[in-house]
């Protein structure tokens, strides 16, 4: 398995209060991402990195902001957090295409953060 | 943008029989590949086949094959000799294919509950 962690794994914070997850690699792979997963909607893209310091968004980015400051760790941060943001989310990495195509086009995903906005 | 939708909310099969899941797309782009995942109730995502769309050969993955209609921007999956833990929700993704800032964001459809009847 690759080495993904999430934390913390469940968080309830209530409306209006900043919240900050966490994504964590070991695998020194260059392209880190945040994706949400609502029912009816499967998983959809919140921001992602393509190296540190380099973000851009993703198709559901309103209220989310991201940092990251070295390669293997990848900031989600809620601002002020709304029940509309009560979901579980998913920190995913992939290599730099020039590792080959095989092995670059797949993507690993962490073991998912169930946050609850009340 | 890319586009995936899978019609099917729920699926359900008898241990040892075989079922297809259906997934449709939509690019204007002709270099891209596509995925199965498994999500059981672990949540943990799991890669199940990959395709690539410049490869007319369907791809296998031991009980696991699609069948990748590229004109009809179709790509199905089959379980053969379903079993237990067969049981999940199945997700289909797109991906571009092309590197890049942008390179691995996948487009995921709604996804598909598959029950396994023993």
């Known amino acids: 398995d690759a080495g993904i962690t999430q934390s913390p794994r469940h968080k309830v914070t209530e409306t209006g209060t900043p919240v900050t997850l966490r994504c964590h690699q070991t695998?020194?792979?260059?392209?880190m991402y945040w994706y949400r997963q609502d029912p009816g909607h499967g998983l959809r893209l919140i921001h992602y990195?393509?190296?540190?310091?380099?973000?851009d968004k993703g198709e559901v980015s309103d209220g989310y902001s991201v940092s990251r400051s070295k390669t293997e760790d990848f900031l989600l941060t809620l601002e002020s957090a709304t029940s509309s943001q009560t979901s579980v989310y998913f920190c995913?990495?992939?290599?730099?295409?020039?590792?080959?195509?095989?092995?670059?086009?797949?993507?690993?995903f962490g073991p998912g953060t169930r946050l609850t906005v009340t | 943008a890319q586009t995936v939708t899978q019609s099917q909310p729920e699926m359900s099969v008898q241990e040892a029989e075989t079922v297809t899941l259906s997934c449709t797309y939509d690019?204007?782009?002709?270099?891209?590949?596509l995925f199965w995942y498994k999500q059981p109730p672990s949540r943990q995502m799991i890669l199940v086949i990959r395709?690539?769309?410049?490869?007319?050969q369907n791809a296998t993955e031991n009980r696991f094959s699609v069948n990748f209609q590229k004109a009809a921007k179709s790509f199905s999956l089959k379980i053969s000799d379903s079993q237990l833990g067969d049981a999940a929700m199945y997700f289909c993704?797109?991906?571009?294919?092309?590197?890049?800032?942008?390179?691995?964001?996948?487009?995921f459809g709604q996804g598909t509950i598959l029950t396994v009847h023993p």
């Open positions: 995913a990495i992939s290599e730099s295409p020039r590792a080959g195509q095989g092995k670059a086009s797949e993507q690993y």
């Open positions: 993704a797109h991906r571009r294919g092309a590197g890049g800032t942008s390179y691995g964001k996948l487009t």
């Open positions: 990195s393509y190296g540190v310091k380099d973000t």
């Open positions: 395709q690539e769309a410049y490869k007319q």
């Open positions: 690019t204007s782009e002709s270099d891209y590949y």
């Open positions: 695998e020194n792979h260059r392209y």
